[in-house]
């Protein structure tokens, strides 16, 4: 099958070159001679020269930029006429028609204007059109509002678009989501930067702007909110964004970028923050360059550094097992580490070791001998965790990031270009996901070669990543505390301390070291009572003569911890915390469009071929014996026909994809677009779209203390047993409850699981209608409503071993239903599934855009998710997402001509969080970005001076998420093309 891809691809690139080359060679056996273009490009109203217009040629690759005082040459291999296409963001573009062979001395004056609806979008139908004709719901960024932006970055602007939530694991780390399913690894979004997924592959979720562009060389985004897979193919599910960068032919020239900001104001360092202020710093170069008609190359480099946002959340993710206690000795904090997992001491009474090591001990204190033992036995059913470390202890919080991306360009005719890119990201962030990640020392290059025509494009690029010293934060926590004590040896002499703790209330109370269980039930019973005696165990009571279980245990600070820790960055997955990731990820595809053969209808195909190459030795998947490769292939076809005098048009498209571990599948597309008056259109769109099992999803198999992650192909689940012995875990924290609650029933509440199904691909039909018009060139409105309906949802539920089997035999069985109250990787397990039932949601936008007199803008957008179907405790849904949500913006980039400024609000309604790592409420909160920016004309170079979350409002996006807070900034641009 790959060799019929490559075949396919093969043809493809040889029937769209020879075409277009045999076109070219047609013209130039017609003329010897080449059209030249030379003249000043200026601003109608100032009359100053305009630097980085772009002057390109109607249906063709070839074009040429403005120079720093407006004068530019162009030369085409054509003969006249030709059409000249003049345009650079902020001014009225210009269309120029050339009848003969030398033009010299060309004045061309454009018009300032802020044009409402006049972007024009690819990513919609993957060919160029208005965004007002687009049959789906589309959002822009361009080169002005990427530069207007108040937010810190570009990237974290895109929070302002209509449809979008966001969500942050780290300073440099924010994920884009849309239409609900929200996570801190958004598997159902798919991120195209110049064409190229920047998911990593290990994670196979989008990695943010982590090696991406900077804001110096984004030409433009678009945002697609919801289903794409009819053209995008695979895990295009919620939504597509596209990053869109500037090419050397069109933007040469000399860039540069410096940022200096602080965070960390006002922060709560009782709570593990900085006691002060922290700098952040930013530096970003570009420089672009044409050499002679055909060949451009550009060079950029990005690095930034800065204090990154603490976790500082300390609730108790075990609530549930505390009962009735003052304190809760199963205590998991959610930014502690070295807690997880519990265990249920009242099984070291059925451990004949404990009991004979303990009672030996009570004997050697005066307490006759079979009282020992009793009392050695009488530990009660009660599961504990070990005490945690603070993420401040264990995280690396000096965030970076170094990004270098470069590309070569040469135009083989005026009809064909030729590319070659290097995306490049290298630094340390944070990640959430089933724990706390230190992505420390982690790197991702992405290499694309690309041949593009006027109708056609081939590309191939490969994405590999290298996880460096990144590791599980939980997982040192937890070696530390490993390293002071073994976790045998710590809840042995736990109980062993209850168990004296417990003696000594007795003798007090009734006198006599002689067991009588009535009179160890009575004591049981007293909370309080409990609550000291876990206290002891743990802590100790020199009054007692018990010396507590974390006596010597080694404090944050002191070098036996930093000894410890180190230690425990040594070692890999699983007898480390650091990971062993060299995973990759390749990618061919091409498109044709078929507008030069087919006249009556527009007409596109499409082919696709992509491999994952998990390469994690072992630390993430079930690859440590080589490496697992997974093959996917797919493609598309896609036609469009406008009618009645162009008032409808209809575009239909269908996709198959197969991976190789799953069955095919098929996903149409239907559009239309009714135009109901000039500049005012109606859309309505049915889309279908599918998402893979993710990589993790078929092939993890990952130790995270608390549970084992395991992927949904039977031969990475067999070797576990999953279903021998096992209930569902809701069922068990059920459970759990009675029988803490002392119901002698409890085991009725056990739900079995014994059947294993594989997980496969999901579905989603998606039905959209919108309205979206230009009122009297200054109001424009956009508004839609969404349907979604899933099939075979893919979510994740969790399972318990027990020790053995219910056999109605009181002694067996106690033993077995204490084994349940116990959970770590050893017997609880994180599986993946299909849900039976039909999952469905729904949700609206409502935007405008009014362009106010004096060139102020008002844009403001309200959005409206909600999930119908209820979720069910046992599996993990992750719908994730505020209900309601708010943003408005108000500016003026040229208030003068040279100072400008935007402000921007943003409120999000409160929501619950479901996830692997931490389940909880997310408060609302609403946020207030600013900036204000001056031109200096003379020197080409702006200064803006802003922040986001000025008034300093403190919160978190996800559930386990870090604490955010303030941003305060000053930023300096030097553009050697600055208008």
């Given at each position: ?21 045999a ?9 010897n ?26 249906g ?20 006249p ?27 061309i ?29 589309i ?50 979004m ?25 804001e ?18 695979p ?32 922060s ?25 008609d ?17 976790g ?33 001491i ?20 005066g ?39 470069g590309s ?9 270009e ?13 990640y ?14 992405q ?59 007795y ?37 007692a ?14 070098q036996?911890?930093e ?70 292939y797919?493609g ?27 069955d ?64 569902r ?64 949802f ?16 009181p ?152 604490n ?15 208008n």
């Amino acid at each position: 099958m790959r060799n019929l891809f490559a075949c396919s691809v093969l043809f493809l690139i040889l029937f769209a070159t020879t075409g277009t080359e045999a076109k070219a060679a047609t013209m130039m056996q017609q003329t010897n001679e080449r059209i030249t273009v030379s003249g000043t490009v200026l601003d109608a109203e100032t009359g100053e020269t305009l630097a980085g217009v772009n002057i390109a040629v109607r249906g063709r690759v070839v074009g040429v930029a403005s120079g720093p005082e407006g004068e530019f040459t162009l030369r085409v291999n054509d003969t006249p006429p030709i059409t000249l296409v003049v345009s650079i963001i902020g001014y009225r573009t210009q269309e120029i028609e050339i009848t003969e062979m030398n033009v010299s001395d060309l004045r061309i004056e454009l018009v300032e204007e802020t044009i409402l609806g006049s972007d024009v979008v690819v990513s919609a139908s993957r060919v160029e059109e208005s965004i007002l004709e687009a049959p789906v719901s589309i959002e822009k960024m361009d080169i002005l509002a990427i530069n207007q932006t108040a937010s810190p970055n570009y990237y974290q602007g895109i929070a302002n678009l209509k449809g979008v939530d966001v969500t942050t694991s780290s300073i440099n780390f924010q994920i884009i989501n849309a239409r609900g399913f929200n996570s801190t690894g958004n598997t159902r979004m798919v991120q195209l930067t110049d064409g190229m997924d920047t998911q990593a592959p290990a994670l196979n979720f989008p990695i943010g702007n982590l090696n991406g562009p900077s804001e110096l060389d984004v030409e433009s985004l678009e945002f697609i909110p919801g289903a794409s897979s009819a053209l995008y193919g695979p895990n295009a599910f919620n939504g597509i964004l596209l990053v869109n960068s500037k090419s050397p032919f069109e933007y040469p020239g000399l860039s540069v970028f410096v940022r200096s900001g602080v965070n960390h104001i006002d922060s709560q360092d009782n709570l593990g923050e900085p006691a002060n202020p922290r700098p952040m710093y930013e530096f970003s170069g570009r420089y672009a360059d044409v050499i002679g008609d055909r060949f451009a190359y550009k060079l950029n480099v990005t690095y930034s550094t800065a204090d990154d946002w603490r976790g500082i959340n300390y609730s108790d993710k075990n609530a549930e097992l505390q009962g009735g206690l003052s304190v809760n000795p199963a205590y998991d904090g959610v930014h502690l580490y070295g807690d997880d997992g519990t265990f249920n001491i009242g099984l070291l009474s059925f451990n004949p070791d404990f009991v004979a090591a303990v009672s030996q001990g009570l004997v050697n204190a005066g307490v006759p001998q079979t009282s020992a033992v009793q009392f050695a036995q009488s530990l009660p059913s009660q599961p504990v965790a070990r005490t945690g470390y603070r993420e401040q202890y264990l995280v690396d919080f000096d965030a970076e990031n170094l990004k270098f991306n470069g590309s070569l360009h040469y135009r083989l005719s005026d009809n064909v270009e030729a590319s070659y890119s290097l995306n490049y990201g290298y630094g340390t962030s944070i990640y959430s996901g089933a724990q706390r990640y230190s992505l420390n020392n982690f790197s991702i290059a992405q290499h694309k070669v690309e041949v593009r025509g006027d109708n056609f494009m081939v590309r191939a690029y490969g994405t590999f990543e290298d996880s460096g010293d990144s590791y599980i934060a939980d997982f040192v926590g937890f070696s530390v505390n490993d390293q002071y004590l073994n976790t045998t040896q710590w809840y042995g002499l736990y109980g062993g301390n209850f168990i004296q703790g417990l003696v000594g209330a007795y003798v007090q109370t009734f006198g006599t070291p002689v067991f009588d269980a009535n009179n160890v039930q009575a004591l049981l019973s007293n909370p309080q009572l409990v609550s000291n005696l876990h206290n002891w165990a743990r802590n100790g009571n020199a009054g007692a003569g018990i010396t507590g279980a974390d006596a010597n245990r080694f404090e944050p600070g002191t070098q036996a911890f930093e000894n410890a820790k180190e230690n425990a960055l040594e070692g890999v997955v699983p007898n480390g915390a650091r990971f062993d990731d060299q995973s990759r990820f390749l990618h061919t595809e091409g498109q044709y469009d078929f507008k030069n053969e087919i006249k009556f209808m527009d007409l596109q195909a499409g082919l696709s071929f992509r491999q994952y190459q998990l390469r994690s030795n072992g630390t993430i998947f079930a690859d440590a014996d080589g490496g697992v490769n997974i093959n996917e292939y797919g493609g598309y076809l896609q036609g469009a026909k406008s009618f009645i005098d162009d008032r409808l048009r209809l575009t239909g498209s269908v996709r198959y994809d197969k991976n190789e571990n799953f069955d095919g599948q098929f996903n149409p597309r239907i559009a239309s677009v009714i135009r109901i008056a000039d500049n005012q259109n109606i859309r309505a769109s049915y889309q279908t779209g599918f998402r893979n099992p993710t990589t993790q999803g078929q092939y993890i198999d990952l130790n995270v203390l608390t549970a084992r992650l395991l992927g949904g192909l039977p031969e990475i689940v067999a070797p576990y047993d999953v279903t021998t012995n096992s209930f569902r875990l809701d069922s068990v924290e059920r459970f759990t409850n009675e029988l803490l609650a002392g119901n002698p029933n409890a085991a009725a509440e056990l739900v079995p699981y014994t059947n294993f199904e594989k997980v496969k691909p999901e579905q989603i039909q998606s039905y959209e209608v919108g309205y979206k018009g230009l009122i009297g060139n200054k109001l424009l409105i956009d508004t839609a409503f969404y349907y979604n309906v899933y099939d075979d949802f893919i979510a994740q539920f969790r399972v318990r071993k027990a020790a053995g089997a219910f056999t109605g035999n009181p002694a067996n069985d106690q033993a077995v239903a204490a084994s349940l109250l116990s959970g770590d990787a050893s017997n609880t397990f994180q599986l993946y599934t299909n849900l039976d039932e039909t999952v469905k949601s729904r949700g609206a936008v409502f935007g405008f855009d009014y362009s106010l007199p004096a060139s102020f803008l008002l844009t403001a957008n309200y959005n409206w998710n909600e999930l119908i179907t209820n979720q069910e405790d046992s599996f993990i849904f992750d719908f994730n997402t505020p209900e309601h949500k708010v943003n408005v913006s108000f500016g003026n980039r040229r208030i003068t001509d040279q100072i400008g400024f935007n402000l921007t609000w943003r409120w999000q309604d409160e929501f619950d969080w479901t996830s692997s790592f931490a389940n909880g409420t997310v408060p609302s909160v609403s946020t207030f970005d600013a900036q204000v920016s001056y031109r200096v004309p003379d020197l080409r170079s702006v200064v803006k001076v802003g922040g986001s979350n000025i008034f300093n409002n403190r919160h978190f996006l996800n559930y386990g998420g870090p604490n955010l807070g303030a941003i305060y900034y000053v930023s300096l641009t030097f553009d050697q093309f600055l208008n």
